[in-house]
């Protein structure tokens, strides 16, 4: 392992052969332990491909009118079908983007998912001969160690505070095989990609949309009605008691006022119902206990009556 390669990930190596163990070598000691401290925090694989995303293709150029000029997909199925998914795909369109370069990426967090990948290669058998580069993704050589990664098999590795990738070991590289199946699995995912894309935004414009317009009329309303204020005041405490928004139309976590009403008219008539249910459990006990104590009342007038004289015979 190179120091060029250890610093360019942002952090240095542990030793191979720890000092720290041999007796008296204090200064040695503090050497690994200051090593080890500089190790980087551990990454989670949302934030891993959020990276790796951001390596091929720039956020700024995601939404450009013209396109990025390459395709990245993620949780890909093998074009055999044989349910292999790669975690990350990308596709170059244009010759500055490298045009009909297929890169599929593993994406490994941690020392044990890497070695189930080095044990179980059935995922880069699965997608080998329909990439031009088969890479392991990883926070650092700490977890993916350039001389255990199989022969051909490339690694990178994030640098710290710069958007591309470190390019620890160089993959063999080839012509992808183009098939019906890869053209088929790749459409698919892409216009998955592209319809989730299209329904975020659609989203996000309507959230948005809808915040300026109830900001524009509570400025309007308190400049103008103070009654009105009040009121919209009134529904901004229901929205928040509620976990909902009222708008024009229902959508998302957006209700219509008619929708709203009928929810609440719902649950008020049901809370009402368990008011009655229980004012009438009440009112009965309260009966009950009045009986008890009317008969109670009786016991003890009957005990503290006279008692008869006995004649001894019948009349």
């Not at 309303?221 to 909902?244: F, G, H, I, Q």
Request: with cysteine.
């Amino acid at each position: 392992m190179t120091s060029s390669a250890s610093a360019s990930a942002g952090w240095e190596e542990p030793l191979l052969t720890d000092p720290a163990q041999e007796p008296g070598n204090t200064a040695a000691n503090q050497n690994t332990s200051r090593r080890r401290a500089q190790r980087p925090p551990a990454m989670r694989t949302p934030e891993l491909e959020r990276l790796l995303h951001d390596h091929f293709i720039r956020p700024e150029d995601r939404d450009a009118p013209n396109g990025a000029g390459a395709v990245y997909l993620t949780e890909v199925v093998d074009p055999e079908g044989r349910g292999r998914r790669a975690d990350a795909v990308h596709i170059g369109l244009w010759q500055s983007r490298g045009a009909g370069r297929i890169d599929v990426c593993e994406l490994k967090t941690s020392r044990a998912d890497f070695r189930r990948e080095l044990a179980q290669k059935a995922k880069a058998e699965a997608w080998w001969k329909y990439s031009t580069a088969f890479w392991i993704v990883s926070p650092g050589i700490h977890i993916t160690p350039p001389d255990e990664l199989p022969e051909n098999w490339g690694l990178m590795v994030p640098r710290a505070g710069q958007r591309r990738f470190k390019v620890v070991v160089q993959p063999e590289e080839r012509d992808p095989e183009l098939t019906v199946g890869l053209l088929l699995t790749l459409l698919k995912k892409t216009e998955t990609r592209r319809t989730k894309a299209l329904h975020e935004q659609a989203n996000r414009l309507g959230t948005e949309h809808y915040r300026r317009t109830e900001e524009l009329r509570t400025r309007l309303a308190s400049a103008a009605e103070p009654d009105v204020a009040r009121r919209l005041k009134l529904l901004d405490e229901l929205e928040a008691a509620l976990t909902v928004q009222v708008g024009e139309f229902s959508w998302g976590d957006v209700l219509a006022p008619g929708q709203a009403a009928a929810g609440l008219a719902e649950f008020m008539q049901g809370h009402r119902a368990r008011l009655r249910t229980q004012q009438t459990g009440s009112d009965q006990a309260r009966m009950l206990d009045e009986m008890a104590k009317t008969l109670q009342s009786a016991a003890r007038q009957l005990r503290a009556a006279p008692t008869l004289p006995d004649t001894g015979s019948e009349p």
